[in-house]
């Protein structure tokens, strides 16, 4: 990917995609090169450098450390599929530090899919933002049955896991989760949450758990920052 300078998008626009680029392809390590060696390998100005950095800056891709250089703040959330792990396990993983946010926590009545998928009428409805390093990555609304919903909200939901609560406190054995992937767009409202772009691209996963007695325990709708978040599969073929 190079600068394309007969292009009406600005040159610090399409430096910052091709930084932003380098990062996620894991041609950066730990830190960017500095500003000059990005104006000579890209025959920009400092200017130009500048405002391409700040932007990941403001975005919380990077993070500068004076006298040392700029560092990456950013790297990708990985979720195996084929097994059952919660958000926060995913992100410690990756050697990133956990965070969340509670923004609502109330119980609703079900219409159309919602309730269709749960089977129910009402449900204890959470919504969460979650973070990586302080960096908002996703949303995450979660539906129970109203009297399991009434349990968790006695927790501090800013710090515990929906899962390990479950299993340590309420005793509740998770065992199989049905999962849907799909790509969608932000919205404002979750836009001014994720700090991005309104339209920006986003995944969608939506995933029914049930416990050892096939019973329903919980609906997860999540919204993750398409930047931020990816699922891996692992896949073999049997030869004939």
């Known amino acids: ?35 000059r ?3 000579d390998e890209h025959y920009v100005s400092r200017s130009t450098v500048r405002q391409s950095i700040e932007q990941l800056v403001r975005e919380g891709i990077l993070v500068r450390k004076p006298g040392k ?3 990456i703040a950013v790297r990708t959330i990985n979720d195996w599929l084929g097994s059952l792990h919660s958000t926060s396990e995913n992100i410690e993983k990756m050697g990133m ?56 909200s006695q927790f501090n939901l800013d710090e515990e896991a929906f899962y390990e ?29 994720l700090n991005i772009p309104e339209g920006t ?3 969608i996963a939506e995933r029914k758990i049930t416990d050892v007695h096939g019973d329903f325990v919980e609906f997860e709708r999540a919204y993750y920052r398409a930047d931020m978040y990816s699922f891996k599969i692992t896949l073999s073929r049997n030869s004939k």
């Open 201 to 203: 691209s986003i995944i």
């Open 69 to 71: 250089g700029t560092f």
């Open 37 to 39: 060696e990005l104006m």
């Open 165 to 193: 609560l479950l299993e340590r406190e309420l005793k509740v054995n998770t065992f199989q989760a049905e999962q849907e992937i799909r790509a969608g767009i932000s919205t404002r409202d979750d836009s001014e949450l």
């Open 97 to 152: 530090a956990p965070g969340a946010r509670l923004v609502a926590s109330q119980e609703i009545e079900l219409v159309g899919r919602l309730k269709e998928v749960t089977g129910l009428d009402k449900a204890h409805h959470f919504k969460r933002i979650r973070y990586a390093n302080d960096i908002p990555m996703g949303i995450e609304r979660h539906y129970y049955p109203v009297a399991l919903g009434k349990k968790l």
């Open 1 to 35: 990917m190079t600068l394309d300078y007969t292009n009406s998008i600005p040159l610090h626009v399409q430096l910052k995609q091709i930084i932003e680029q380098k990062i996620y392809n894991g041609d950066y390590a730990e830190k960017i090169p500095s500003e």
